[in-house]
């Protein structure tokens, strides 16, 4: 193995360590996050219980969720989440 194939696994095996360690922060800071919203333990998806939560009070608000319309496969798997807000919005 060269040098530079060593350094390259380093910095894999780094970015791998630094992912698992942000993923524990995510999990713990959500966690958290939801318990102070008071929302159903029982659901387990976030994106569910991030939807939710969400209001529409500022301008903010509605760009972060139109953030979320980027990403196709997201917007198929939780269409009818989308749609409810989106009514929401008309109210």
Do not use: P
């Not at 390259?8 to 959500?30: A, M, N, P």
């Not at 760009?63 to 979320?68: S, V």
């Amino acid at each position: 193995m060269t040098r530079e194939e060593e350094i390259g696994l380093q910095e894999k095996q780094k970015l791998i360590e630094e992912s698992v360690l942000d993923e524990e922060f995510k999990q713990r800071y959500l966690n958290s996050y939801f318990e102070e919203l008071h929302l159903s333990s029982q659901e387990t998806d976030w994106n569910i219980m991030i939807f939710k939560a969400m209001e529409f009070k500022e301008f903010e608000d509605c760009r972060a969720f139109m953030n979320l319309l980027d990403d196709r496969d997201f917007v198929v798997k939780y269409k009818h989440i989308l749609d409810s807000k989106f009514e929401e919005l008309e109210n």
